[in-house]
């Protein structure tokens, strides 16, 4: 089956450390995104591309990072100028020539805490 | 810019209880409506959207009709379960943006009790 995989479920790290989460996808999607997710608030932008090679600046892309060398991955870098990234880490997918009409493909999330 | 609100939960229902979330947006030009649902520990999945002033959306019992004169994207069923218990989240993206830069709302945590 199709879809999009992210790893680990749960990561741990201390403060003060980067740590990569992972995004691959199978459906042959141009664009990925990654959101993050807070207690009681909506999905938040982080970063996003819409081809290999490219990406942009979501809404809250401070501390963060990326990367595009495949079509298939998009790993997330939460680095340690990130104030507050204990968080549950969203990525998703959407399909070729994606209009406004087509909604987002999500994986099942990466939860995030630093201590 | 675009904005999505949406009923403050949680909600807490008895099975077989009819079920109204309501959503109101505020978008330039005329966007698509859509409903998630994040059932605890998972990702979001699309639950139905609307493309189109009084398009509306349903499936698995849950329907939304895209009301342009009121703005607004209401989440209905007629007789929940249990196994309906999740984050529901109304998000709304428009010709000015691509897909992945649809603005969401805060999300209502619904329980539905047997």
């Known amino acids: 089956d199709g879809g999009i995989t992210q790893s680990p479920k749960y990561l741990f790290r201390k403060e003060g450390q980067n740590v990569t989460l992972s995004c691959e996808q199978n459906?042959?999607?141009?664009?990925m995104y990654w959101y993050r997710q807070d207690p009681g608030q909506g999905l938040r932008l982080i970063y996003y591309s819409q081809i290999v090679n490219d990406f942009q600046k979501g809404d809250i892309a401070e501390g963060y990072s990326v990367s595009r060398e495949k079509k298939e991955s998009f790993p997330l870098t939460v680095t340690s100028a990130q104030k507050n990234p204990t968080a549950f880490y969203l990525c998703?997918?959407?399909?070729?020539?994606?209009?406004?009409?087509?909604?987002?493909?999500f994986g099942n999330g990466t939860r995030l805490t630093v201590t | 810019g675009n904005s999505v609100t949406q009923m403050e939960g949680p909600v807490t229902l008895s099975e077989e209880a009819f079920l109204t979330i309501n959503c109101t947006y505020t978008?330039?030009?005329?966007?698509?409506l859509f409903w998630y649902v994040q059932y605890p520990g998972e990702g979001l999945q699309l639950l139905l959207k609307?493309?189109?002033?009084?398009d509306k959306g349903s499936n698995k019992g849950f329907e939304a009709t895209y009301r342009k004169e009121t703005t607004s994207f209401h989440l209905e069923k007629g007789s929940v379960q249990v196994s309906d218990s999740a984050v529901y989240f109304c998000?709304?993206?428009?010709?000015?943006?691509?897909?992945?830069?649809?603005?969401f709302g805060d999300g209502t945590t619904l329980t539905v009790k047997p």
């Open positions: 978008a330039t030009g005329y966007p698509s």
């Open positions: 998000a709304l993206s428009d010709a000015y943006t691509n897909a992945g830069k649809s603005t």
């Open positions: 998703a997918s959407s399909p070729p020539g994606a209009s406004y009409n087509s909604p987002l493909h």
């Open positions: 459906l042959n999607h141009d664009a």
């Open positions: 609307a493309t189109k002033a009084d």
